[in-house]
């Protein structure tokens, strides 16, 4: 079964993000991150260009390390925060 990502509300910092949300929102869905891991850009399946940097065929990409904000005391989990077309447009992938 292949999970489809899911839309998210991000918040950044100097680039990065620290913070997310899943949405619609529910009361597990809110994460801070503790780590970014990884950053790169990758080619999206849009099927146009863009004359923009990020946006249209580009998608910004990080793997971060999050915790759930309601019980920091968990181990964080591993996710990947993908900026699909440019910013405010956000979506998931939960790896563990």
Known sequence: MVR???P???RCVDGDPVEFHRRPNRRDSHYLVTEVQERWIEQSRWP???VMPIGGD???CWRV???RSDEPHLPAGEFVL???SGPGVW???WLT
């Open 4 to 6: 489809s990502p899911s």
């Open 8 to 10: 998210v509300g991000v």
């Open 48 to 50: 146009f260009r863009s």
């Open 58 to 60: 580009r998608c910004r």
């Open 65 to 67: 390390l999050a915790r």
């Open 82 to 84: 993908r900026m699909r």
């Open 91 to 93: 979506d998931l992938r």
